[in-house]
């Protein structure tokens, strides 16, 4: 039979295949049971496997341009790791704390017991967890305490001042669940010296690991402080109480929100924690480990606020308060008009979030004008004057006023024969549009009456003045008088003019806001939306909310808008803005106080044609509204130049540093 050449091709080519299939498989068994024997022989004849938590990242947070607020950076850990701790434990901690405290670096002790003999528990500080833990009478001193301590943790052979520093780590250790599940962090952000100290010396240290863990970093520790909060370790009352952390998977070493966005959007912020798994032979050593869960970090919160226009505001305010002879604090707040979103919320006198741990005590106790006191959003200041379009609003709607009928200021009003209160001028014979831009009190007196308190609180609220505006974080929600009926004699007459009640600067700003855009009233937010780290997928983009609509007619909105017109071109506002190249709808208000200089406020919407922004400002002590009239012009001059400035569009999903 003759050689067919075609007919052999394919048995050589199978053989081939099946010569390299069997090197390959060779070179598998050898590197299994010759080069990795003891490995894969250890972890066949393990008796068990345990998982350990890997942290996510948290979630950054970044203004409405995608400008970096709050951010990660990378720092250094001191870690336990239980599953490679020898006997050896406490000579390892006694090593750690006198290295850490020869350079002068804190670690983590939380015994409520005193540092030095005579033993003491020390103030402020609730020991009911360490006599649970210890277990000790409830009557026990810190003497009995330590005593305790000194058997549970086999310190006889130790000098008292190392014995008190090692049990306070290994009491830290205790109550916080160290374990191989739960690794302990001893010493948090430590140099970047002491860190490469600590690495060489490993093999002294058995159980001692230096890791790599993320920091909450600002890029601007003075930016929107009160808004953006901070974050902090875990209290003990909301470990299992308060909180109940502990039921919500966090470790006791986590860092959660304390306060403004952190705490508010923690749970977006918050990462998913990935896993490690350890394996272990019959003699619990570790033969192996791998990462079964990959972490996930934290999710992305953009706020509606612009960083520059907040930089520029704070900044404008601090200024403008310290020109002011009486004038101590204040706080200026812009919002969008068609959605209520905050764009800038400024407070003075304030504080560097990067020394607050530090100045704390200095802060809440013995600085002036409340400095930690978020005045934008929970500052409750009488309004003045600028209440007045809201009176306006009410007697129209009611038939109480008909629109160009004019009312003779004659000063002194003189309708109650128990309260005869005056205006500031004697304005004579005049219309709404005159009474709103010269701010004339009789006008209002009248107006007011005519009305009734009850129907005037009805329209405050409807306005959102004296109810809280739904803004993520912290607000007040002022204080609004409630009447009991139409009459209420001369309170009527005071609350017609923005005295005994009393709101927030956000609160004005909303409200004026509701008149810009025809009555409709929006709940106040700080949050854009919220999407993934990268910003690749968005999870929550926040739409306006609608919380009411107040019934208008065209007419009185026209009328009103006219009156605050006439404010910045020839009335109360004119010094400020009455040469500015866009026409502005705005109202003063001068507020009398129990004590010292009146207060200042102002609010506008602008552009009058079609309205775009709205502006809120109160300064304490500053005597008139003329006073805010600098800021104001600052606040416009910024936000519309920052529109002329963005003439390109920015591409989606990236990030302005």
């Known amino acids: 039979m003759p050689f067919n050449k075609k007919r052999q091709t394919p048995i050589i080519v199978l053989s081939v295949i099946l010569i390299l299939l069997i090197i390959l498989y060779s070179v598998r068994v050898y590197y299994i049971q010759i080069k990795n024997a003891d490995k894969y022989s250890s972890?066949?004849?393990?008796?068990?496997?345990?998982?350990?938590?890997?942290?996510?990242?948290?979630?950054?947070?970044?203004?409405?341009?995608?400008?970096?607020?709050?951010?990660?950076?990378?720092?250094?850990?001191?870690?336990?790791?239980?599953?490679?701790?020898?006997?050896?434990?406490?000579?390892?901690?006694?090593?750690?704390?006198?290295?850490?405290?020869?350079?002068?670096?804190?670690?983590?002790?939380?015994?409520?017991?005193?540092?030095?003999?005579?033993?003491?528990?020390?103030?402020?500080?609730?020991?009911?967890?360490?006599?649970?833990?210890?277990?000790?009478?409830?009557?026990?001193?810190?003497?009995?305490?330590?005593?305790?301590?000194?058997?549970?943790?086999?310190?006889?052979?130790?000098?008292?001042?190392?014995?008190?520093?090692?049990?306070?780590?290994?009491?830290?250790?205790?109550?916080?669940?160290?374990?191989?599940?739960?690794?302990?962090?001893?010493?948090?952000?430590?140099?970047?010296?002491?860190?490469?100290?600590?690495?060489?010396?490993?093999?002294?240290l058995s159980g001692v690991s230096v890791e790599v863990a993320p920091f909450r970093e600002y890029t601007d520790t003075s930016l929107a402080v009160n808004l953006i909060g901070s974050v902090g370790p875990i209290f003990e009352d909301d470990w299992e109480n308060g909180e109940k952390y502990k039921e919500k998977g966090y470790s006791f070493n986590d860092k959660v929100g304390k306060s403004g966005i952190e705490y508010y959007a923690e749970s977006s912020l918050r990462g998913d924690d990935g896993e490690i798994t350890y394996y272990l032979d019959s003699k619990g050593n570790i033969v192996d480990s791998e990462i079964t869960k990959e972490p996930i970090p934290g999710k992305t919160v953009m706020l509606s606020l612009d960083n520059r226009i907040q930089k520029i505001a704070q900044s404008a305010l601090k200024s403008t308060i310290n020109t002011l002879p009486t004038c101590n604090a204040g706080a200026a707040v812009m919002t969008e008009i068609s959605t209520g979103k905050v764009i800038c919320a400024a407070n003075y006198p304030t504080y560097d979030s990067a020394t607050l741990a530090e100045n704390y005590e200095y802060l809440t106790s013995k600085a002036a004008n409340s400095p930690l006191t978020n005045r934008a959003f929970c500052g409750v200041y009488p309004i003045g004057s600028t209440i007045k379009p809201a009176v306006a609003t009410a007697a129209i709607e009611k038939g109480k006023y008909n629109i160009g009928e004019t009312i003779c200021c004659l000063h002194t009003y003189t309708y109650f024969e128990d309260y005869k209160p005056s205006c500031m001028h004697t304005h004579g014979t005049i219309a709404l549009r005159t009474a709103l831009s010269k701010s004339c009190n009789y006008f209002f007196f009248e107006l007011g009456r005519r009305v009734g308190a009850t129907t005037l609180t009805s329209y405050f609220k409807q306005f959102g003045l004296g109810v809280k505006t739904g803004v993520e974080v912290d607000d007040s929600a002022g204080i609004l008088v409630e009447p009991k009926s139409n009459g209420f004699g001369g309170d009527t007459l005071q609350i017609s003019i923005g005295q005994l009640n009393a709101f927030t600067p956000l609160q004005l700003a909303n409200y004026v806001g509701t008149f810009a855009n025809g009555g409709t009233h929006y709940k106040s937010s700080i949050i854009k939306k919220i999407t993934s780290y990268d910003m690749s997928k968005t999870y929550d983009?926040?739409?306006?909310?609608?919380?009411?609509?107040?019934?208008?007619?065209?007419?009185?909105?026209?009328?009103?808008?006219?009156?605050?017109?006439?404010?910045?071109?020839?009335?109360?506002?004119?010094?400020?803005?009455?040469?500015?190249?866009?026409?502005?709808?705005?109202?003063?208000?001068?507020?009398?106080?129990?004590?010292?200089?009146?207060?200042?406020?102002f609010i506008l919407f602008a552009p009058y044609d079609n309205p775009q922004i709205a502006i809120s400002v109160v300064l304490e002590h500053a005597n008139s509204g003329y006073a805010c009239g600098k800021l104001v012009r600052k606040l416009l001059d910024t936000y519309f130049t920052s529109i002329a400035n963005a003439t390109s569009p920015k591409m989606p999903n990236t990030i302005l540093k």
Not at 175 to 197: H, N, V
């Open 43 to 204: 972890v066949s004849g393990s008796t068990t496997s345990l998982t350990a938590v890997l942290k996510a990242p948290r979630g950054e947070i970044i203004d409405c341009n995608g400008r970096k607020i709050a951010v990660n950076r990378d720092g250094y850990n001191i870690v336990f790791n239980k599953a490679y701790v020898k006997d050896n434990l406490n000579d390892v901690i006694l090593t750690l704390v006198k290295l850490l405290e020869k350079n002068h670096v804190p670690y983590i002790d939380k015994l409520p017991i005193s540092k030095k003999a005579p033993y003491s528990f020390k103030k402020n500080e609730n020991t009911d967890k360490l006599i649970k833990t210890i277990g000790v009478a409830h009557y026990a001193t810190a003497n009995d305490c330590v005593s305790q301590l000194i058997d549970k943790y086999d310190l006889s052979k130790y000098n008292s001042t190392d014995r008190r520093k090692i049990m306070g780590v290994r009491y830290t250790m205790t109550i916080m669940d160290f374990s191989i599940s739960y690794p302990y962090t001893f010493a948090e952000d430590i140099p970047t010296e002491l860190m490469r100290k600590i690495s060489e010396s490993g093999y002294l």
């Open 541 to 601: 983009q926040k739409k306006p909310e609608v919380l009411n609509k107040i019934k208008m007619k065209k007419s009185t909105l026209k009328a009103i808008k006219e009156g605050m017109l006439s404010v910045t071109i020839d009335g109360t506002g004119r010094a400020a803005l009455g040469d500015y190249p866009i026409k502005i709808g705005g109202k003063t208000g001068t507020a009398q106080t129990n004590s010292g200089v009146d207060h200042s406020t």
